[in-house]
């Protein structure tokens, strides 16, 4: 008769077994899954310090200002490497901008110098911080607008001789006065854009280009189209410009 | 024909194959088994008899290390699972798998706080099996606090403590403190916010420490706050000295018990209190080898299968993000072995309860056994004693208790509302919703006919109740509340989730009775990848 301690300590050692086994055929998936997880995450924390550090001069979603270059461009994720002979590939060459600073401007026209942002060179940021930066950077590159594309592209033809006279045809020609206000004219969907050359022409074609940019305080996100950047190009976003001015200037 | 140094095929003539060949393989057994023969070796596994005389076992515990540490045996009062419930075998146990779980989790790991963290990924995302080696680890750890200090309480109660097991009981107090800053070491190394807030709470305690406070603090961290040399020392401390003291007293603790005193008996056997026959029973001598043996391993391998299956279902170690010495979390609590002395922190100065009383509660602790001077075990004797451990144990409840973040300190009625369905660290509601019922949009609370279908509906109505709740509360200068949530499509798989809560308020130092608007605004991304359970 075998003792029953040693019968019990068999069948702990199959459910101790059992439980190793079990864990063990999910392991190598959920180690996938835990890597795309923490990605995520990292990208999460990297919209957070891009929004309070870098959204400054870059612009928001990285499309640049007169103080900063575009970071949210085509030209940036497939071209901006091999332009400056970096051999260690985009992530590697941000994370050593980002870490480092610029200590040579890119463009003089810029104002500063770009900081350096690691703490191992005084900047405020630790190196997981501006790993996270770097994922956060490196998400834009699927949707990244085709800037040359768009600043080459044959302009939509619009009747009008001046640039107010197309403008003011675009604006009803393109939809905008569907759901905008201007001169008392338009619908309520989105806000009255009477007075908006007063924010600055920065603003209006970013608010063309990019409706979620700036959500004015009242009025939903995400219902304004996107593709603006798409049907519209650099000289008739210009037009529009020109005929907001005019509107606001007449007031 | 005899040969010279050729002795095995001398005795294969002489004895036939056979017998040669079990006489080899029963020399073989002998040798490794320290004089159990291979029959021998068989009637242990079956529970019978010894076959040789003289006893061929107790012969074997003198000649092996690993046994010569052992008794012969107990007597089997001291073995009633009633009695002891295993628990300082448990301990040992734990201990154990500490070590092994701990050497192969040091393979992975770098005490530097550039690349802690790192390790913790790395170990979680790339290492075969390394988050089931990391969550043994923690489980091991906690059980080990649990079994220590069950183990501490058992011996009180049954007055175990008592002559001549003073000194064995100084040892064991020795050990759960060893036990209790093993645990607390091993906090830190992950370099996560919990363990980096934790440990920084910790250490500040002993700052407050009169005369030296400063020092210990300073030796501890290395540096004013705690850093690459606080985590190297923590390291050291986790990996080196503290195992050391460990298995130092772990030696001296069960070496008298097994040399000296034995397990004490149940106190009603040892004072004749029990019927003869029990006492009898009681006395009745169980060997080491085969019975203990057999129910130790019985034991061990049922705590292994009981920590795989909790590992398997429920159990898994925390990961927070990224230590951040410049963010202090919005509710930093202790490990909750500690947390009866962050209660009693809030009960004042922090020299007076987070430094002397605990010193003198340590203090008794060790001092017990002899500051008790009564002979007798029985709890009918010992009314003070015991009602005084019942009286401990409630209080050390009731301190942990309010060392939680649910008593006491907290922030105001905003941020509290937002952390509850967003908190800072780990999952909470929100995050829970799947990323496609995360509508683009903005939804307040104060027109429910916004709300979306699906998980985030259903989270709204929850904030709704809540807003009401914390606006309803007389205690809380905090009317009319509302909250408001815009979601915005922000990157490729990347969502802006802004909360913002309104609410109106008497102004500070305002006498009349005047509201005024106030707004907390509070913002988040969150990408579709981000299986925020996972992480958990």
Known sequence: MIDTRILVGLLAVLIALSGVVFIAIDDADRRVEFDEAFHGRSVENGAALFTEYCAECHGLHGEGTPRAPTLNSKYFFESRVQDLRFEGGLPAYIKLTVAGGRPVKSDPAYPENMPTWSQDFGGPLRNDQIDNVVNYIMNWEEGAPDLEALASAEPTPVPGDTPEERGANLFQGAGCVACHMIDGVGGAVGPDLTNVYDKGEDYIKESILMPNAVVVEGFQANIMPQNFGDTLSDENINDLVAYFKSVSESQ | ?536
């Open chain 2, 1 to 536: 024909m005899d040969i010279p140094g050729m002795g095995f095929f001398n005795s294969l003539s002489e004895k036939g194959i056979k017998q040669t060949i079990g006489d080899k393989i029963d020399e073989t057994t002998r040798a490794v088994l320290a004089g159990i023969s291979p029959k021998e070796a068989r009637a242990l596994l079956r529970g019978e008899p010894p076959t040789e005389k003289p006893n061929p076992r107790y012969r074997a515990q003198v000649k092996s290390f690993m046994l010569h540490i052992r008794p012969k045996f107990y007597q089997e009062g001291s073995t009633w699972f009633s009695h002891t419930f295993r628990l300082g075998l448990l301990s040992t146990f734990f201990f154990v798998v500490e070590v092994i779980t701990g050497l192969i989790l040091m393979v992975y790991y770098t005490p530097s706080p550039d690349v802690a963290y790192y390790d913790m990924i790395n170990i979680l995302s790339n290492v075969n099996m390394g988050k089931f080696m990391r969550d043994m680890h923690r489980l091991g750890a906690e059980l080990m606090v649990i079994a220590v200090s069950l183990h501490m309480a058992r011996v009180f109660f049954t007055g175990a403590y008592k002559h001549p097991r003073q000194f064995t009981w100084l040892t064991g107090v020795v050990l759960l403190l060893v036990t209790l800053f093993l645990s607390f070491s091993g906090y830190l190394l992950p370099w996560d916010q919990l363990a980096y807030w934790a440990v920084t709470i910790g250490t500040s305690m002993a700052e407050a420490a009169p005369l030296f406070g400063y020092q210990v603090n300073l030796i501890l961290r290395g540096s004013q706050d705690i850093g690459a040399g606080g985590l190297l020392r923590f390291y050291l401390l986790h990996v080196f000295l503290l195992p050391l003291v460990a298995i130092v007293f772990i030696s001296i603790h069960y070496y008298k018990v097994s040399r000296e005193h034995s397990i004490s008996l149940p106190a009603a056997i040892e004072e004749n209190q029990a019927p003869p026959e029990k006492i009898a029973a009681a006395k009745r001598k169980v060997d080491i080898l085969p019975d203990l043996i057999t129910s130790e391993i019985m034991w061990y391998i049922i705590a292994l299968a009981g920590m795989v299956i909790a590992v398997a279902t429920f159990f898994s170690a925390p990961l927070e993000t990224h230590a951040d010495p410049l963010k202090t979390p919005l509710h930093t609590t202790a490990p909750w072995y500690f947390l009866w002395l962050q209660g009693m922190l809030k009960l004042g100065d922090k020299t007076l309860w987070g430094v002397v009383i605990p010193t003198i509660i340590f203090g008794l602790l060790f001092a017990i056994p002899y500051l008790d001077p009564g002979p007798s075990r029985l709890a009918k004797n010992r009314k003070f004693g015991v009602s005084l451990g019942i009286i401990t144990a409630v209080m050390l409840v009731v301190l942990s208790y309010m060392g939680t973040g649910l008593w006491g300190v907290s922030a105001p009625p905003a941020v509290e509302l937002v952390q509850e369905f967003i908190p800072e660290e780990g999952v909470g509601k929100v995050r829970m919703i799947p990323w496609d019922q995360m509508t683009i949009g903005a939804f307040t609370t104060e027109n429910p006919t916004t709300y979306p279908s699906g998980e985030l509906g259903e989270i709204m109505r929850e904030m709704e109740e809540a807003v009401e709740r914390e606006s309803a509360r007389p205690d809380n200068n905090f009317f009319n509340g509302r909250m408001t949530v815009t979601i915005e499509p922000w990157q490729t798989d990347l969502k802006k989730f802004t909360t913002t809560v309104n609410w109106e308020e008497i102004p500070e130092g305002s006498t009349s009775n005047e509201l005024q608007d106030a707004e907390f605004v509070k913002t988040f991304y969150f990408h579709r990848d981000s299986n925020y359970e996972l992480l958990e």
